[in-house]
Nanobody
Framework: QVQLVESGGGLVQAGGSLRLSCVAS????????MGWFRQSPGKEREFVAA????????DYADSAQGRFTVVRDNAKNTVYLQMSSLKPEDTAVYYC??????????????????WGQGTQVTVSS
């Protein structure tokens, strides 16, 4: 099993940047594909980005492509989501997710087995 703890959320103006971090505890972090999802009030949890176990393969939602970057540091058991050019519509609770068997193109949250508690990102206009 793996436990996930996100941090780095906050309030930022439109056009600004934030870097989210997700630290994993437990064994074999490098065996888990890692993902980022987000959920805003009244909406379903949606895929944002994912990264393979080696970090060489990534995938992004259309809304994140070109603005967000996902990277991982297996030595630190950490995955990051660098967000830039933020928009008010990026406002949501952002969740880190992990799974040992999925592909980076697994967009449905129901398939991911491990979740963090989430971190709030608020982008003001």
């Amino acid at each position: 099993q793996v436990q996930l703890v996100e941090s780095g959320g906050g309030l930022v103006q439109a056009g600004g940047s934030l870097r989210l971090s997700c630290v994993a505890s437990g064994r074999f972090f490098s065996n888990y594909i890692m993902g980022w999802f987000r959920q805003s009030p009244g909406k379903e949890r949606e895929f944002v980005a994912a990264i393979s176990v080696s970090g060489t393969s990534t995938d992004y939602a259309d809304s994140a492509q070109g603005r967000f970057t996902v990277v991982r540091d297996n030595a630190k058991n950490t995955v990051y989501l660098q967000m830039s050019s933020l928009k008010p519509e990026d406002t949501a609770v952002y969740y880190c997710a992990a799974d040992p068997t999925l592909a980076v193109t697994t967009y449905e949250s129901k398939h991911w087995n491990y979740w963090g508690q989430g971190t709030q990102v608020t982008v003001s206009s």
